[in-house]
């Protein structure tokens, strides 16, 4: 079984500063890990994800994320936030068992940017 | 055009009409979803097929049904609409002959309101 908790559904920040979202997950195998964003009236983007490649990962828009398996987190940031990531980000957890690919979501972050 | 489309946009209807949503892709993905989103759920997963002859239920399936008519079409219907089935409902993509690293392309969400 797998899960993904968005410890934060409500994030806001003053443009220029950073930004930190968290997601913890549990997961019985080794897992692969995503974050997606979804802009107004739009569907979801993917932003970065990790697949068991390097621990830092890179993605579009200057954001990044780390997975720590000891913490079982892999917490989105970005050094200084512009007023158009104001959006919802969601931590998206697969379960790599073999089985039929699974993502579990989860609730969402929403990102406040003031000016 | 989007690589992702669904029609409608958005529908209002009422209790126990029958309701399809339709999604239709571009990009030449074998695997398509049907996700519904509700606010501080995130997204959940009603169905799913891996090919023209695959069809798999979700985690909620029950109240839904689908229909896979080609490669690049997925219907998603409401036999008889009810009241908490009102949500934004998401078709999504995925590419198995990529490694199937997970990662999901979107439309841009049909929004069903059952009165």
């Known amino acids: 079984a797998q899960s993904v908790t968005q410890l934060d559904s409500h994030v806001s920040v003053s443009e220029g500063t950073p930004v930190l979202l968290r997601c913890n997950y549990s997961s019985s195998y080794s897992p692969s890990l995503f974050w997606y964003v979804q802009h107004p009236n739009k569907g979801l983007q993917l932003l970065l994800k990790?697949?068991?490649?390097?621990?830092l990962v890179k993605g579009i828009n200057g954001f990044e994320a780390e997975f720590k398996k000891s913490e079982t987190s892999f917490h989105l940031t970005k050094p200084s936030a512009h007023m158009s990531d104001a959006a919802e980000y969601f931590c998206?957890?697969?379960?790599?068992?073999?089985?039929?690919?699974?993502?579990?979501f989860g609730s969402g972050t929403q990102l406040t940017v003031l000016p | 055009d989007a690589d992702v489309t669904q029609t409608p946009r958005n529908r209002i209807t009422k209790t126990g009409k029958r309701i399809m949503l339709e999604c239709s892709q571009t990009k030449g993905h074998d695997r398509m979803y049907w996700y519904r989103q509700d606010p501080g759920l995130g997204l959940r997963l009603i169905y799913y097929s891996f090919d023209v002859k695959d069809i798999n239920k979700g985690e909620i399936s029950d109240g839904y049904s689908v229909s896979r008519q080609a490669q690049a079409k997925f219907s998603l219907s409401l036999e008889s609409a009810i009241p908490n089935q009102t949500a934004l409902y998401f078709c999504?993509?995925?590419?198995f002959g990529r490694g199937d690293t997970g990662e999901l392309f979107f439309g841009e969400g049909s929004r069903l309101t059952v009165l």
């Open positions: 999504a993509t995925s590419d």
């Open positions: 998206v957890v697969s379960d790599d068992s073999g089985s039929a690919r699974q993502l579990t």
């Open positions: 990790y697949t068991s490649a390097a621990t």
